[in-house]
Nanobody
Framework: QVQLVESGGGSVHVGGSLRLSCATS????????IGWFRQAPGKERTFVAA????????YYADSVKGRFTVSRDGAENTVYLQMDDLKPDDTAAYYC???????????????????WGQGTQVTVSS
């Protein structure tokens, strides 16, 4: 059974940084794509970034491009989301998700991911 566990959330001031971790287990992730999504209160869950485990190809939402970096550590079976220059609009619960064989046109849509973590809260204050 695939399991995902996020950690690393917290409260920072504008311009600060956080690194989120998504620890994976229960599967062979070479053919998986790991996505990061976020959801603010009263809003829909939206795409942040994703990484293809095998190729390490990365994808970003326009709103975070240049500020966030997604990477993975195969030895640790962990995917990271480095978030720099944080803004109040980045405040949300952040979730990692996994899917095997997801096609490129579906990467940005949460309904196409089969496995989800429990989320970690990020709060950015001015």
């Amino acid at each position: 059974q695939v399991q995902l566990v996020e950690s690393g959330g917290g409260s920072v001031h504008v311009g600060g940084s956080l690194r989120l971790s998504c620890a994976t287990s229960g599967g062979t992730f070479r053919q998986y794509t790991i996505g990061w999504f976020r959801q603010a209160p009263g809003k829909e869950r939206t795409f942040v970034a994703a990484i293809r485990w095998n190729s390490r190809h990365t994808y970003y939402a326009d709103s975070v491009k240049g500020r966030f970096t997604v990477s993975r550590d195969g030895a640790e079976n962990t995917v990271y989301l480095q978030m720099d220059d944080l803004k109040p609009d980045d405040t949300a619960a952040y979730y990692c998700a996994a899917d095997r064989g997801i096609i490129l046109s579906s990467i940005r849509f949460p309904q196409h991911y089969d496995y989800w973590g429990q989320g970690t809260q990020v709060t950015v204050s001015s």
